[in-house]
């Protein structure tokens, strides 16, 4: 089928089918289409009737993909007027690729691509569906998350579990992979994806991947292997050999990062230290750790609980989880998921032997309710007696919550981090590594996360270690910044002028001011008193630079 034939059937739609098809590429169900058009639900069947035999498709996903397949093919050709209207992103993903046996009936070929295709609207991905028997979903293009590999395992799991509640026989020759790796794809100014994605390298590795893949398994490249030390995944088997679908059902997501010693924060470890003192005398505190992402909080946690523990006291450890794995935690003493109410009747128990330590790391995971319940019991448990240490992010505080003692991590001085990259490089021939230790060190800027993962990929190239952008894209992507502004200033290693930003940007200095506030307010942005701009950290600004495409 040539180019004309193939982009044809969008000539001859309405724009109210052209509506439909957009809403449909953004993983809408029904109702929503309903609601977003003013229509039945009746009536929103009609159009879809008529617009799957104009496109020639028999359901939603395949017109979905198919637009997404001509678009991607049209604008590869002219990429310089797409170039005009939107931003180009390089942006870091995870793909996950699944695929049945050519002889599969079409009924388990339609739950197959039914069961991505929901998952995928649900979690801000993007399904494609393939010929032969395939699809595609694809993690990080609307919003990056430290847990991508998590939810794309757990949607393969998902897809199994359907397949086999239908036909076990075909269950057993489903076949799957996982990359990570980079999509080019079109953005909006201030965030998300706009339904056009141009390329992606990870796409085309997991579908070569998938070919060396037997049927009742499932493989993981390096690349997605290495994201895991940002949200730690239990039961991943060191060998690069593929994993049977009954392996994904006994892995845990545990949260857990790898560990190295603990780093400087000894004003911090000093404080939890003489709470934990007071706590052996019946005297509770509530504390609040905060912090962005890769600044120790979870690192700190694990000290205090190893004090208390040295002590011969009672330490209860849990972690919150993301909602898109469910709504549940992880209890790190017996290895198990737990809810928010097993974690509320740990807090109102009557102590045991003193001192006791209660720890809920990752809290800001955790809808406001929830979090306003725990607060709540920690209040109960402060009067038993008890320690409690809420980590996370940023930690909801109601006027009727409970008194706090609130320490939030910031940067630490570079000289801080020298032992935690000397152990991150390993025991590996470095050249020059008195130097590689300084240059990491001031590259990270005060940041133990970033350090580590400098440490670990010192060997790669000039552009980020993939971790670290996936790092940095999580925490920007939730801001939703005007990107037109940061790559401005990106691109400019010394910064830029706010008059220089504005002539460049093509925009009047009331507008773009208003927009360097807000990523002002974010911590992404200074502002010096002679109007210059410069990002607020090195990494942030390589991060921005790694997404320009033109």
Known sequence: MNERSRIKPFADLTPRQLQILKLLQEGKPNK????????????????????????????????????LDIRHEHET????????AVLLDRRPCVVLSLSL??????????????????????????????????????FGIQRATEYMVAVALQTALAVHD???????????????????GHAFASMHRFGGWTGEALASTAISAARELLDTVEPGHFSI??????????????????????????????????????????????AERSRLFAALGDAVQGHGKLFHIEGEIGMGKSRLCEEISRLCLHDSGCVSFYRCLPAALGQICYDTASRAYCTVEDIDTRLRAQTGQPPELIIVDDIHLLPAAQQTALASAAATAMQHGKL???????????????????????????????????????????????????????????????????????????????????????????????RRLLREVACQAAGIS?????????????????????????GVLGRSADDWISFTHPLLRLAINDTITD
């Open 101 to 138: 046996p050519p002889e599969a009936g079409s009924q388990a070929v339609r739950l197959m691509h039914g069961s991505l295709a929901a998952i995928a609207a649900t979690n801000d991905a993007i399904f494609l569906a393939r010929p032969g028997n395939a699809g595609d979903v694809i």
């Open 162 to 180: 359907d397949l086999l509640a239908a036909d076990a026989a075909m269950a057993a020759q489903l076949r799957g992979c996982l990359t990570a």
């Open 498 to 522: 706010l008059e220089d930003a504005s002539h460049n940007m093509g925009e009047d200095i009331a507008t773009v001011e208003k927009y360097l506030n807000d990523s002002i307010t974010a």
């Open 77 to 84: 050709i002219r990429p310089a007027s797409l170039r005009t």
């Open 388 to 482: 409690v240490v809420f980590a996370g992010r940023k930690i909801l505080r109601e006027q009727d919550a409970p008194l706090a003692e609130t320490m939030v991590l910031r940067r630490m001085p570079p000289q801080s981090l020298q032992g935690l990259v000397r152990k991150a490089l390993g025991k590996d021939t470095v050249q020059d590594r008195t130097n590689k230790v300084l240059n990491i060190c001031s590259a990270a800027a005060g940041v133990p996360l970033f350090a580590i993962e400098l440490a670990r990929h010192y060997d790669a190239d000039k552009q980020l270690p993939l971790t670290l952008q996936v790092a940095v894209n999580t925490r920007l992507d939730g801001l939703h910044l005007d």
């Open 221 to 266: 490249d390096n690349a997605a292997r290495d994201l895991t030390a940002l949200f730690g995944i239990e039961g991943i088997p060191e060998d690069t050999g593929a994993l049977s679908f009954a392996d994904i059902v006994r892995l845990r997501w545990n949260a857990n990062r790898p560990t190295y010693e603990l780093t400087g924060r000894i």
């Open 32 to 67: 929503e289409l309903s609601e977003e058009l003013g229509i039945g639900l009746g009536t929103v069947k009609q159009h879809l009737v008529a617009l799957f035999k104009k496109l020639n498709v028999k359901n939603r996903a395949m017109a979905a993909s198919l637009a």
